[in-house]
């Protein structure tokens, strides 16, 4: 795996630097009247990001009728409960943006597990390019657990990773709760995959897959890069030093 490291003095610079590929990407689709297929992660590290891409002096500037945006994961949890990843990139995006709602492609967490794994790679198989029977999206933007899980795939089902299926269903090994979750091989499949990774709490786990180590083994984040082997890690300093 080639690890591009981007690393920036703060957090917000990390983010803003996200931000802005996000808006140059989507745009230069705009320019050739395609969409820009773009998955996101929940959790925390993304809520400022997508506080910055609200912002009406970065937002006047892009082209959110060529964004379509999905999820990587969600939580089975109604849309507006507290833990939805949609429920947090509507409130800090969503609503303040002309992104056009049939762009929008929510999982849906308050539907049966099973049911809604189906579903959702159902869809992505209708409205996505695929290749070696999985969806390809223009970039995903992925996160790290302080356990080195990624999207829905914890340490405890590393099978996710090599899954037949497009979309699966995990359960969080400590809550216990269900989620939906893109696997391996849908992440994998991705032209872009970006890793968005701020704070000292995941430092040590982001320098042993970094540097390749026998440890990083034990991490679901270290084994997704593009079918071509790379996997570029947007991170702020405090996480390398
Ligand atoms: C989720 C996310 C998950 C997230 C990591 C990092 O649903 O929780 O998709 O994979 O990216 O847990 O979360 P933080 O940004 O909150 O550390």
Redesign the pocket.
Known sequence: MTYQQHIFASVDETAGAVAELIRELTNARAELSQFFNLAV??????KLLFRMMADESFSADMRWEALRIFW????CVEPTHEES?FGMTYDSLLQHVKIPSENIFRMKGEDIPDNEAIRYADMLRHVLPAKEGYPVFDLIL?????DG????IFPDNMALLESEKTVAVATHPQSRQK?ITLTGPTLRNAVRILFLVT?TG?ANIAREILSQTQEAKKYPAAYIGTTAGISEWYMDKSVTE
């Open positions: 992660s929940g959790g925390s590290t993304p990587v994961d969600e939580r990843n992925l996160g790290m657990g302080d899980h990624t999207a829905s989620r704070g995941k």
